[in-house]
């Protein structure tokens, strides 16, 4: 049984930092494509963050300059480590795998985890 579990969100203040983590079990973490999603009140699910099985790094124009993404594939473990939080990017976030396909694309991902919300007040 595959599982993506997700931890690390909380209410911050604009300017904090959070990391994210998402451990990953009942696949071979380091064949798969890796991404971070986010989906705002009201809002459609939007992509945040990619990293391929070899390493590079994709990341949405709102978030390029202030997140990070990476992968530890010894431990399993997917990162988004999130700097100067702002209003707009509270939203539950959500990690995903992909065998293939285009690593911005919702519709790549075979497997969802449940997601961790994440609040900025201003």
């Known amino acids: 049984q595959v599982q993506l579990v997700e931890s690390g969100g909380g209410l911050v203040q604009s300017g904090d930092s959070l990391r994210l983590s998402c451990v990953v079990s009942g696949l071979t973490f380091g064949a798969y494509n890796m991404g971070w999603f986010r989906q705002g009140p009201g809002k459609e699910r939007e992509f945040v963050a990619g990293?391929?099985?070899?390493?590079?790094?994709y990341k949405g124009d709102s978030v390029k300059d202030r997140f990070t993404i990476s992968r530890e594939n010894a431990k399993n473990t997917l990162y988004l480590q999130m700097r100067n939080l702002e209003p707009e990017d509270t939203a539950v976030y959500y990690c995903?795998?992909?065998?293939?396909?285009?690593?911005?694309?919702?519709?790549?991902?075979?497997?969802w985890g449940q997601g961790t919300q994440v609040t900025v007040t201003s």
């Open positions: 995903a795998a992909s065998t293939s396909g285009v690593i911005i694309s919702i519709s790549s991902y075979d497997y």
């Open positions: 990293i391929t099985w070899g390493g590079r790094e």
